[in-house]
């Protein structure tokens, strides 16, 4: 059954992402349709193209051709890095944080374009920091957390400005089975809160947390079920 219109929040049609130079076609016609509260888990192989779609459908690279829509508006009409700033978040395997500020500095970073006052913004740096755990950890830099401990600051980091949609690739990829599982607690939490999720994995554990598994191969998307028909 197809969802109604308004009740899908990313979607996109006869995408395609061509890297000329080394004659890579990293995803061809995709075509997505993500609702509002889901958990989606993009599966694949290494090269199969699923962090390439993620960066597309997240604006965070411009496609060959095809189209994707936002809350029914076109990337083609603008506004991206409003759009990333104010509706997504992203977690990444690498963490990204900036190695000279503290846990609580590093969350409040997306914030600095916001019409919140520094106070304020300390303020909701440490609330989300101890939503993830990390509240006794808000003054520590990230040379002195633990890997699982620099994700959550990063999971913290991407709630910053109340998105509506969390992106993340690869987010258990550097940690330990025990750690990794703790931050699919996190995504699972979320996603109970009304948080949409699309996760870029290698994992069968972390597909298993999701609702719905896309996969992947050579660029194309060559399945869409939900996890319990996936066989994981």
């Not at 979607?11 to 016609?29: M, S």
């Not at 995709?30 to 888990?41: C, D, K, L, N």
């Not at 909701?124 to 520590?140: I, W």
């Not at 258990?172 to 699972?188: H, I, Q, R, Y």
Request: glycine share 10%.
């Amino acid at each position: 059954m197809t969802a109604p219109a308004d009740d899908v929040l990313l979607r996109c049609e006869h995408l395609n992402k061509f890297y000329p130079d080394g004659n890579v076609a990293a995803v061809v016609d995709a075509a997505v349709a993500v609702r509002r509260g889901e958990y989606v888990a993009l599966m694949g192989p290494s090269g199969s193209g699923k962090s390439t779609l993620l960066n597309l459908l997240g604006a965070l690279d411009v496609p060959t051709s095809g189209d994707i829509w936002f809350e029914g508006r076109p990337y083609s009409a603008g506004g991206l890095d409003r759009l990333r700033a104010l509706k997504m978040g992203f977690v990444f395997q690498a963490f990204y944080l900036l190695p000279t500020l503290t846990a609580a500095e590093n969350v409040q970073v997306p914030m600095f374009e916001g019409p919140l006052p520094p106070r304020e913004r300390a303020r909701k740096a440490r609330q989300l920091l101890a939503e993830v755990g990390l509240g006794h950890r808000a003054d520590h830099r990230p040379s002195q957390l633990s890997g699982g401990e620099r994700q959550r600051v990063a999971i913290a980091r991407s709630l910053a400005n109340d998105p509506v949609l969390l992106l993340a690739d690869e987010p258990t990829g550097n940690l330990d089975t025990k750690t990794g599982n703790e931050v699919l607690d996190l995504f699972a939490n979320l996603h109970r809160r009304g948080m949409t999720l699309l996760v870029v994995t290698h994992s069968p554990d972390v597909a298993r947390q999701a609702q719905r598994l896309l996969r992947m191969r050579d660029g194309r998307i060559v399945e869409d079920v939900a996890t319990a028909a996936a066989g994981l």
